[in-house]
Nanobody
Framework: VQLQASGGGLVQAGGSLSLSCTAS????????MGWYRQAPGKQRELVAS???????NYADSVKDRFTISRDNAKNTVYLKMNSLKPEDTAVYSCNAYVLTKEVATDTISAWNKWGQGTLVTVSS
């Protein structure tokens, strides 16, 4: 199972960007999906998460500016970022809790998968 992220780039403060992340491979089910970010010299932090049922959770710093959504049929999670600020500059990584099923044995395994990071730079 792999997660492939896209989007990101350079934007001026006040602008918008969208990220997407698609899971591929032998997937039985995907539970929670989310976006994390890590700014230079800082620890990685949760930006937003979404359950398979659509319940969302946001970091206080991005509430009312960012929107997370997902398309379960496409195994894809999205992050729409509005009113971007220079402090939003970071490497953004997607995360998914993925279940796989071994056909021969019906064994279900759980994996905490990460996509490659994508850089978001917000200029002032």
């Amino acid at each position: 199972v792999q997660l492939q992220a896209s989007g990101g780039g350079l934007v001026q403060a006040g602008g918008s960007l969208s990220l997407s992340c698609t899971a591929s491979g032998s997937i039985f089910r995907i539970d929670d999906m989310g976006w994390y970010r890590q700014a230079p010299g800082k620890q990685r932090e949760l930006v937003a998460s979404i359950t398979s049922g659509g319940s969302t959770n946001y970091a206080d710093s991005v509430k009312d500016r960012f929107t997370i959504s997902r398309d379960n049929a496409k195994n894809t999670v999205y992050l729409k970022m509005n009113s971007l600020k220079p402090e939003d500059t970071a490497v953004y990584s997607c995360n998914a809790y993925v279940l796989t099923k071994e056909v021969a044995t019906d064994t279900i395994s759980a994996w905490n998968k990460w996509g490659q990071g994508t850089l978001v730079t917000v200029s002032s």
